[in-house]
């Protein structure tokens, strides 16, 4: 392990990390076809009188144990032998005795037991490490003792910070956290980054740009005590603060700004037209560091809050809600009721993702297998999401679906604009059946100019389109199974065509309590909403302080952000995490605080560190360095931009689908169906699912765009317009001005001796353009130490 | 590729022969480190030996008929226009009437004796290579989820595509080129999701060509001095910003990945170049009828590129989106998709075997499923997961076989049920995987092609 560096032992972790489902999946196949065939037909067809809580004639299909025993007819199979077992007379109705007794099973059901029978029985013993219930909802669920004491399921402790030997390298509480680990493990923190690299660093992790060569010098000559702060308040003070950050968030909600990557073809009932709404509210919100807990009401309930302002419509709360309104759903499954339940599950599963870190998901089709989260629990939470309208209604077989979409105005300025429509379009009919007529009804005939006339009237008064967002509502999905408020039943195995029993809506037992209240009237998104966002809810604080520390150091003090469950890996410094979040709710839930403290820590100041800390902790989990990392894929194209001058900073509006225009790359469309984008290329989030951390991946394809593509020659030209502009051929020794002037505004710093050599040569060999090209492909420019 | 002989890292770089690199780069450095071998690295290489390198998916898009193409059912023809004598699944979509027999004849073939349809003479030609697996179970009746299935496992949610856990389990032969190419002519309807790298890394992800005269996005000239000069000015800048930074993979491997952008501007393009194919060969496979054309051009490509070690082909049959979707006009249409596909893939067929490479290349047909043996309205047949086919050559499968069975009327599979899960499973082990064992940690738990599923169907291996 001795030389290796970081990325590699990443790599190398992710190749051999131990199995988290090893147990289960040393089934055997017999097992397995037992599973998948058998089970689901005891379930489905016998087990209703055969059961745990009836056993008709005293017969027991739950376990190989009792089948043997069998009832009062004797054994109900004889392994191996089919032909001799009463269980498949029973079901080839040959015999008196008939079972099922309403209706026989379908063929091939007949087959499969028999099949079952022939090859002994095969029956697995439950399931570890949950006693996992059958998907009836009638299993014997229990919580681990190891559920009960995890870690991140206890409330949240305020733990003091730590005593450490080096009183004077702590800056604030964070590193006295970080320092102790460090000095328990016999690590020394590296020596502070140049202010230069901090500077670099902290501008592209807050605003997801590089510093101006004015800048630099601004901070690099302001030797006050508050040089550092003053620093970050101008970056956090900043728009493009919200821009960079909303981005981490959107691959978190896997937004998307359409699923189709052509514009022509896009079909507008089900693509999410109007999604740059929540984009640009997850951008506003962080700008104005609306406090998180908010920001997580808004995206559950949003529809729900009353305007702070008294006014009858809050924008801002129907357009938060395109958080659950803007899945990976297309025109979606040609079943629709299938795609419902995948809808509701999708939701499910990225608010347990995205607000909890809990993978509430995995309990669809079973209890958790390893979480405390059962299968009941899933559909209390389901309830929930049923009794939400995303969709105008159902939909039919094959056709499109409508996504819910609300006006952003008050109810009678929509109905205004609306009336009006409607009645241009019935003259409009009126006037093409005048074309039809025969003979030709002549031009100026008077009730045809009438007609005109009155059609440009209400034209000229026609009130101006309002916005209009996607969005959730309460009230179910009209033409579904669950067309209104209501509670749901488990779905065996998932399954909406096998329905069990009804579960009230409610929260997670184990986390909420079994004597909740029920939900008085609506939903119930408002009180899962409350849930999450609770003081006393110790998931949510954790799981976003988290978030933001992978945001500024490459890695969480947990490393499955989307996972604090059993099969997550434990936080490195819990203390250290606890007290961000306690300190983080207590602030006020607020973001922008968090950020600070940890940017102006003397963590975070930390330089690349020498060789030797790298070896003792090639994965810097002890933080005894700053780790270097590759910018992301929108930072790349931004900071070319930025270079050339040509950045243009404007916030909002719908996304584009040219890459070539010269806003920020949040601006550039995210097409669900688009994966050979520019971003996709440099590992953008896919936006299928809830994205916890983007891998990086160096690839020819990469350096092949930067070398051929239009867009990448295009930013090379404009960069050396630049120089040659800000340097004009009259400046004294103007080469090497244009190479200092090129080195600032790329690397903020001044070129070497050896650098220029080779820059002079390119451009004596070449042309600017091609220096500037080889400067926008060099690794310091996409490398942050 | 990846031999045990200690590499400096300078020779990797100047071995730049070695790289596309669509196998991400720094795991390909690391890969050449002697520690490396002090490591456990069991995905990098199989787990067993391998019968098969390659793979060459023929997939047809909509759901090609089973009961008219490679699954004969006698007892459909004597009671055609009846009812099915069972309840159909709850799940059936629209209604389907009553059961239509197929309006072609099936004939034995080959030494094997296997039953195929008329449709299909080039096929029923090399039967004695191919073994149809008869008992296909899919879990999803609607194109999106079963095709999803079909290609990443899993029918609703974005997982990694059977493709890129190849490419990410073994990286690539021939690092000039990609190790997964998709060729798809039309946009099919559930696009990139089926060839998606989903929480791998990306590059693990299908290359897509859609025209075949473009394969590859941003290819530049390759006798470009103007473009060697900047390189080598990068080179050296970037050795110098290094020089100050502890060893690190990652600018290693974005070195190499400009030298390795370059070569492949001189390599990829004659790899997709089947213009320089003879004319007999491009007459074999039909590129000369309008018909056969835009297959027998994918077929023929796929050749080319599996020959060049790329690891897996995935041929979309699609000139237009689902165009094997019989809903109506199954007489017409039917017949016309044979025509379009049979002859360019008997070609590739027999192009592989003569070059020696049917034995260790797997060639899978089929689509997402099969369909109704009862009519939807008079002249169609409605989506089928129950129980359809698809048939396997090569790479360690046994020629001229059957395996598993459906019921009389080709409804339900009931004999030796094949799963695409258990599909799925045959296919990694073929190419030398434990499908239990390939995994990748994401979200706290690791993934498997197969999910908790999967049978090795051994009885059908060589």
Known sequence: ?785 | MFNTSPLTRRQVLAQTGCGFGMLALAELLAAQEPERSSQPSAVRSPHHAPRAKRIIFLYMPGGPSHVDLLDEKPRLEIENGKPLPFDKPKLERTKTGNLLASPWKFAKHGESGVAVSELLPGLASQIDDVCVIRSMVADNINHTGAALQMCTGEQAFSRPSLGSWLTYGLGTENQNLPGFVVVSPAAVFQGAQLWASSFLPSAYQGTLVRDLNHPIANLGSASNQQQRDKLDSLRRLNEIHKQTRAADNQLDARIASFELAFRMQSEAPEAFDISRESEATHKLYGTDKPESELFGKQCLLARRLVERGVRFVQLFDAPANNVWDHHSGLRENLPKRCRAVDQPITALLIDLKSRGLLEDTLVWWGGEFGRTPTAEGTDGREHHPFGFSMWLAGGGIRGGMTYGATDDFGWHSVQDIVHVHDLHATILHQMGFDHERLTYRFGGRDYRLTDVHGRVVTEILT
């Open chain 1, 1 to 785: 392990m001795s030389k290796l560096p970081q990325s590699f032992v990443l790599i190398l972790f992710l190749l051999t990390a131990p199995g988290g489902l090893r147990a289960e999946d040393a089934a055997t196949a017999g097992a397995e076809f037992f599973e998948k065939q058998i089970r689901p037909l005891l379930v489905a067809h016998c087990q209703s009188c055969h059961g745990e809580k009836k056993q008709e004639g005293g017969l027991r299909l739950t376990s190989r144990e009792w089948v043997l025993r069998g009832g009062e007819s004797g054994p109900a199979i004889a392994p191996g032998k089919p032909e001799e077992s009463l269980l498949i007379k029973a079901i080839d109705y040959l015999d008196d005795l008939k079972m099922p007794p309403k209706q026989k099973l379908a063929e091939v059901e007949i087959t499969l037991l028999k099949r079952w029978v022939a090859t002994g029985a095969p029956w697995p013993e439950s399931l570890p490490p949950n006693n996992v219930s059958d998907g009836t909802g009638q299993g014997g669920w229990e919580v681990t003792p190891q559920q009960r004491s995890w870690w991140a399921f206890q409330p949240m402790k305020a733990a003091k910070s730590p005593t450490v030997k080096d009183e004077r390298w702590a800056r604030n509480e964070i590193d006295r956290f970080v320092l102790a680990e460090m000095e328990a493990r016999g690590h020394a923190p590296a020596a502070a980054a140049d202010r230069r690299v901090w500077l670099r660093r902290v501008t592209f992790d807050l605003t997801g740009l590089p510093p101006t060569p004015d800048e630099l010098d601004a901070f690099v000559g302001d030797q006050s005590d508050q040089a550092f702060e003053r620093v970050v308040t101008r970056l956090l003070e900043s728009p493009a603060y919200g821009q960079r950050w909303a981005r981490h968030w959107l691959d978190v909600a896997r937004y998307a700004d359409y699923h189709g990557a052509n514009p022509q073809t896009r079909v507008a009932s089900c693509d999410p037209l109007e999604a740059w709404h929540y984009r640009d509210w997850v951008v506003d919100s962080l700008n104005r560091d609306l406090p998180f807990d908010q920001f997580v009401v808004h995206q559950i309930a949003g529809d729900l809050l009353p305007s702070p302002n008294g006014e009858a419509v809050y924008p801002d709360g129907m357009i938060a809600t395109a958080f659950l309104a803007n899945g990976v759903w297309d025109r979606g499954d040609a079943d629709k009721e299938k795609l419902l339940s995948d809808m509701v599950d999708d939701q499910i599963d990225t608010v347990g993702k995205a607000f909890l870190g809990l993978t509430l998901g995995c309990a669809r089709c079973h209890d958790h297998k390893f979480d405390p989260i059962s299968n009941e629990d899933y559909y209390a939470l389901a309830g929930i999401f049923y009794s939400s309208r995303f969709m105008d209604n159902l939909g039919t077989k094959g056709g499109e679906i409508t996504l819910k979409r609300v006006p952003l105005v008050p109810r009678a300025e929509a109905a205004l604009r609306h009336g009006y429509e409607v009645l241009i379009q019935s003259i409009n009919t009126k006037l093409a059946a005048l074309e039809k007529i025969a003979p030709p009804v002549a031009a100026d005939h008077p009730e045809r100019l009438a007609l005109i006339k009155e059609r440009d009237a209400l034209q000229a008064e026609l009130p101006p389109p309002y916005p209009i967002a996607i969005t959730v509502q309460d009230g179910g999905m009209p033409g579904s199974l669950f067309p209104g408020i209501q509670d749901v039943p488990i779905h065996i195995r998932g399954s909406y065509t096998r329905l069990g029993k009804v579960v009230p809506r409610r929260m997670p037992v184990f986390f909420a309590g079994d004597s909740q209240s029920p939900i008085p009237h609506g939903s119930g998104r408002r009180e899962l909403a409350a849930w999450i966002a609770s003081k006393s809810n110790p998931l949510t604080a954790r799981v976003i302080v988290n978030r933001v520390w992978q945001g500024h150091f490459g890695a969480g003090l947990v490393r499955t952000p989307n996972n604090f469950g059993l099969l997550s890996e434990p936080p490195t410094h819990p203390e250290l995490l606890d007290w961000l979040a306690a300190r983080f709710v207590e602030e006020g839930w607020s973001l922008k605080k968090l950020h600070e403290w940890i940017v102006l820590s003397a963590t975070y100041r930390q330089g690349r560190g020498e060789l030797n800390t790298q070896q003792n902790d090639p994965e810097n989990r002890w933080l005894s360095r700053f780790a270097a990392r590759r910018l992301e894929a929108e930072a790349i194209r931004d900071a070319m931009l930025a270079v050339t001058g040509k950045l243009d900073l404007s916030t909002g509006g719908p996304a584009s689908d040219d890459l070539a225009i010269t806003r920020r790359s949040l601006y550039v469309q995210t097409a669900r169906w688009d994966r050979s984008n520019f971003a996709m290329l440099f590992d953008a989030a896919n936006p299928d699912a809830s994205v916890e951390t983007r891998t990086v991946s160096t690839v020819a394809p990469q350096s092949l765009f930067l070398l051929n593509h239009k867009f990448a020659l295009e930013q090379a030209k404009q960069l050396a317009e630049r120089l040659i502009r800000v340097v004009p051929n009259d400046t004294p020794d103007m080469e090497l001005a244009r190479i200092q002037r090129a080195y600032r505004l790329l690397f903020n710093r001044l070129a070497t001796d050896e650098e220029i050599a080779i820059a002079r040569d390119l451009v004596a060999r070449s042309s600017w353009d091609d220096l500037a090209h080889v400067l926008l492909c060099s690794n310091e420019f996409v490398y942050i130490d």
